[in-house]
């Protein structure tokens, strides 16, 4: 029983610093410390920038967000966007063919090969002091490049990343998906304000030309690592809430599921290949990677540590049979909201995506232990053209 009450108390505890115990001590240790982003830089110091973009079949959006690209106000002589169409079987190569110029250069694979050849191939292209990595769904606002590269004066500062918002979705998982990411916009702006997040996302981040490091094994996250193998050379990943982009959401639970997944697997097998980890002499990067990122991905493992423990003890106790009934009706909560989509309100949605986000965490563990991420990276669908922003998101 000694060793059954363990495993149980410590998974717990583990849960809860994961989710409040981390944040409270960042909200704590940033106490008093001034949060004003440095001011935008006047034209005549703006930096020179590339937009990449690697693209693969994204005939739907790849127009918008070629139209997006050219929206952006910035310089036009001192801002380029790189598409690379990585084997692109629809009309993604006849779309950014027509939009050829000195401003988008288009480079095109013969055959897919995964995105970190097709980055590599943009790479070639880019002439700008700043790079910025993009994807073909998120639309960025017309202020957000000046948001980004505006940190760069810092000469402590080597990546930025911005605040890219999933608009309103009416899937089950919405809701929980919504408080999701707002908790976790939360937690970069501490980790930011404390000393580096590592929370960076693929969809919106920038870093100086001359400390691109890109992964070089083909089985990892690609942005992680690219972006944490800049903070290992002592420089700080900061995050800019006023730097906003947005994208539409997954259209159905059963892709955001195979998406979480996909991420989960490639996340342990870039750990297991030693890339994008902080050395051991960072003690706040490499506290912030364990909590943030190590830590959370275990979170499925200590919640079935937690549910086995209580119901192997729960023979002959009170107490544990009510901490089984608790844990058993949370995932029940979960499951209605998974049979029944129609349920509204947070007390289905919210159990819903946590339950969700955990499955295919453990799925994702599973697969990454064994290796068995692709490299060929997969397109997560969303919507062909970008949703109407409601007001209060503006």
Request: with cysteine; aromatic share 10%.
């Amino acid at each position: 029983m000694l060793l059954i009450e363990l495993a149980f108390w410590l998974s717990c505890l583990l849960i809860i610093y994961v989710y409040a115990g981390f944040p409270l001590c960042l909200l704590a240790l940033t106490r008093g410390r001034p949060k004003n982003p440095p001011p935008d830089l006047p034209e005549e110091k703006l930096p020179t920038v590339s937009l990449v973009v690697a693209a693969y079949n994204e005939e739907l959006v790849i127009e918008e967000k070629l139209r997006n690209c050219l929206a952006i106000d910035y310089p036009p002589k001192k801002i380029q966007f790189v598409f690379i169409s990585d084997g692109s079987t629809d009309r993604t190569n006849e779309i950014l063919n027509r939009y050829r110029s000195d401003q988008v250069h288009v480079r095109m694979a013969a055959e897919r090969r995964g995105k970190l050849h097709a980055l590599a191939a943009g790479f070639e292209a880019c002439r700008g002091e700043i790079l910025v990595l993009s994807d073909a769904n998120t639309y960025y606002r017309p202020d957000a490049i000046r948001k980004l590269v505006r940190h760069f004066v810092n000469p402590k500062v080597g990546v930025v990343t911005g605040d890219v918002r999933i608009l309103p979705s009416e899937e089950r998982f919405g809701a929980g998906e919504g408080l999701y990411y707002r908790y976790e916009s939360a937690l970069q702006a501490l980790e930011s304000d404390f000393w580096s997040t590592v929370a960076i996302d693929g969809a919106m981040y920038a870093f100086r030309r001359s400390q691109l490091d890109p992964a070089r094994n083909e089985l990892v996250v690609d942005d992680l690592v690219t972006a944490m193998n800049v903070a290992r050379r002592g420089l700080r990943m900061i995050y800019d809430p006023e730097a906003i982009a947005e994208e539409n959401p997954t259209p159905n639970d059963h892709q955001e599921f195979g998406r979480k997944t996909r991420i989960i697997a490639s996340s342990i097998q870039s750990v297991l290949a030693r890339e994008g980890v902080p050395r051991f002499g960072q003690w706040r990067l490499l506290w912030i990677y364990v909590s943030h990122k190590l830590l959370r991905w275990l979170v499925p493992l200590f919640l079935i540590t937690a549910l086995l423990a209580s119901f192997i003890g729960m023979l002959g106790s009170t107490f544990w049979t009510v901490m089984t009934c608790a844990q058993i009706a949370f995932y029940l909560l979960a499951l209605t909201a998974w049979r029944f989509p129609a349920l509204d309100g947070l007390l289905f949605r919210v159990p819903y995506y946590f339950s969700m986000v955990n499955l295919a965490a453990f799925v994702g563990i599973c697969r990454g232990l064994r290796r068995g991420q692709r490299p060929v990276w997969m397109r997560t669908d969303r919507l062909s053209a970008p949703l109407e922003v409601p007001e209060e998101s503006r």
